[in-house]
């Protein structure tokens, strides 16, 4: 019984700390319960454009990440050369589940 807590314990610690950071160590106001935030992450000089990709990357309990949250995989997922912005979003669920979106838009 001793054991079971010790582990139960660690295993929280282990994922409270992993889902404050969800992907790439960003703090976006990733709440407890649930959260889903959106943001800037930069701005060019290009022209908006029409062109919109999106590139995601998941965390699993803080312990296992997975994908590509690059602004290149973003672009070339929706064939953008001239990159105009790149926003990104952030959700979390219960510190078990949180994502981590880039959003490119350009020509």
């Known amino acids: 019984m001793k054991h079971?807590?010790?582990v139960?314990?660690?295993?929280?610690?282990?994922?409270s700390l992993g889902a404050c950071y969800p992907i790439?160590?960003?703090?976006y106001g990733m709440g407890g319960i649930y959260?889903?935030?959106a943001f800037n992450e930069r701005a060019t000089d290009n022209a908006l454009g029409?062109?919109?990709?999106?590139a995601c990357a998941s965390n699993i309990l803080g312990v296992v990440s997975t994908g590509?949250?690059?602004a290149a995989t973003a672009a070339k997922q929706a064939g953008i050369t001239?990159?105009?912005?790149i926003d990104g979003t952030a959700s979390n669920i219960l510190f078990f589940y949180s994502t981590?979106?880039?959003?490119?838009?350009?020509?």
């Open 4 to 6: 079971l807590i010790t």
């Open 8 to 15: 139960a314990g660690l295993l929280g610690l282990a994922t």
């Open 24 to 27: 790439a160590g960003k703090n």
């Open 35 to 37: 959260s889903d935030v």
């Open 50 to 54: 029409a062109k919109r990709g999106e």
């Open 68 to 70: 590509d949250a690059s």
């Open 82 to 85: 001239k990159i105009a912005s």
């Open 100 to 107: 981590y979106c880039v959003v490119v838009t350009g020509e």
